[in-house]
């Protein structure tokens, strides 16, 4: 039994909670920088669903991460995943919305490290999430939808054009 004696499994779990918050307390060092990329779709003839997306690479004390950190973001009250490319050291989110629910404007992408991320789920819970700060944040500028020129799809342009054909054809087949 444990009695008074350190216990081998409780001395394992004292370690591993102390490794756990040295790791945590590292995941963004205190001097790091944030350099960000955003797109955002805005043509509404070519898709159905307006897309926008933000690149970041994270540098620390003036030099870019190499090493990925698990990081999540948060757009509208949505989860989102956050993806890491070793090759470029670039971390990338992104996520569509209906033409109608995306109007122009900013957009304020709040990412999270594994820790505030579990603070933000943990507030949630109690539905108190006004005391976690993101991590950082990311401004994505969606200018909106472009307006078109012509106002009929090029599928439907297509098919008057195919009509037009035939009924050509048909008139002369006709005549002869």
Request: proline residues 4%; hydrophobic residues 45%; glycine residues 2%.
């Amino acid at each position: 039994t444990c009695e008074r004696v350190v216990c081998p499994a409780m001395a394992a779990f004292r370690c591993v909670v102390l490794f756990a918050c040295l790791a945590l307390a590292g995941a963004v060092c205190p001097g790091f920088a944030v350099t960000s990329n955003t797109y955002s779709s805005s043509d509404p003839v070519l898709a159905r669903e307006t897309a926008m997306l933000a690149t970041f690479s994270i540098s620390c004390n003036g030099a870019v991460s190499k090493e990925e950190e698990k990081l999540h973001a948060v757009v509208n009250k949505q989860d989102l995943l956050v993806a890491f490319d070793p090759e470029t050291s670039q971390y990338q989110v992104s996520w569509v919305a209906k033409h109608v629910d995306a109007p122009s404007g900013e957009y304020q992408v709040a990412v999270y490290d594994e820790a505030a991320y579990n603070n933000l789920k943990q507030a949630e819970h109690k539905a108190d999430t006004n005391d976690v700060n993101p991590t950082f944040r990311i401004s994505v500028t969606h200018r909106g939808l472009a307006s078109t020129r012509f106002p009929l799809s090029s599928e439907f342009m297509a098919l008057l054009l195919m009509a037009y054909v035939f009924y050509c054809a048909y008139k002369k087949k006709c005549s002869v």
